[in-house]
């Protein structure tokens, strides 16, 4: 059986051989955002299934597919479908692909996904800027076997988010007239969503928004040196919030409502990368 590394080479050679060139920054889009794909130009599209080592995905509003191309003057790699745990796979499959990614010469990426609102203020469309987050109930992808070409050991998340970049996506959303909200994310395992009382306990750790994904990309992100962005696109208040029941129906209508400004916004942000 291949170890980590011989598979992350093999899926590097595999993208290295099919790409017309090495991407600067990397997409993650979440439930509900994949229309941002449709912006890239000179587009390469690769089925998950085509690749190598790679999971599949099987969640509604996931295509499972890499788009690379253009995208405002920048190459790009987006993923149209990430890989969640409570889907079954390993923690070792679920970030994956941002072990490939930085192998492969990226050294940027976005992550993005569709939150439930635990802060009041919030609305359904809204998108949030993800200052931090808590990972309280992740299993950790680091945990095991540590190779050290790809990170140290013990790595620092005192500045998961890049302050950088989130400064380049305010001032992108205010040139944009976008009211970008900021908050903290924290990570459930779902697949069901989070009762009344978890949410009640997560607003007093101090979250805003709550999801079942990106927490373990951004923190294997860090550990391979990647700066990182995250934005949420709140797609429905967490349970509790208000009086009524939730559904991935609604997460992913809200996601397409949210499309446009949600990929304006992004297109802006990857024009102003430094």
Not at 27 to 47: D, F, T, W, Y
Not at 97 to 119: D, H, K, Q, S
Request: aromatic residues 6%.
């Amino acid at each position: 059986m291949k170890n980590l590394m011989e598979r992350i080479n093999e899926t590097v050679d595999f993208l290295k051989g099919k790409l017309v060139a090495i991407p600067q920054i990397a997409i993650i889009l979440g439930s509900g955002l994949g229309n941002l794909a449709s912006l890239i130009e000179k587009r390469q599209e690769i089925p998950y299934e085509e690749i190598p080592n790679f999971p599949r995905t099987t969640v509604v509003g996931h295509e499972g597919k890499l788009i690379a191309g253009v995208l405002r003057g920048r190459n790009v790699l987006a993923m149209k479908g990430r890989f969640h745990y409570y889907e079954g796979n390993s923690m070792d499959d679920v970030v994956y692909p941002i072990r490939v990614f930085r192998c492969l010469g990226i050294g940027n990426i976005i992550v993005t996904n569709a939150a439930g609102g635990i802060n009041t203020n919030f609305s359904p469309g809204d998108l949030m800027l993800i200052t931090d987050h808590i990972s309280f109930f992740c299993e950790n992808p680091l945990r095991g076997e540590n190779p050290d070409n790809l990170g140290p050991r013990f790595p620092d998340m005192s500045e998961a988010y890049d302050r950088g970049l989130r400064k380049i996506a305010l001032d992108c959303a205010g040139r944009l007239g976008i009211d970008l909200k900021q908050g903290v994310y924290s990570y459930c395992k779902g697949p069901s969503f989070e009762t009344p009382a978890e949410i009640k306990a997560l607003r007093f750790l101090g979250a805003d928004a709550v999801g079942m994904s990106t927490v373990p990309e951004v923190i294997t992100a860090r550990h391979m040196g990647m700066r990182v962005l995250g934005i949420s696109c709140i797609t429905n208040m967490a349970s509790g919030i208000l009086e009524q029941p939730l559904s991935h129906e609604e997460v992913i209508e809200t996601g397409k409502m949210a499309e446009e400004k949600f990929s304006a916004l992004i297109s802006e942000i990857v024009t102003n990368w430094d």
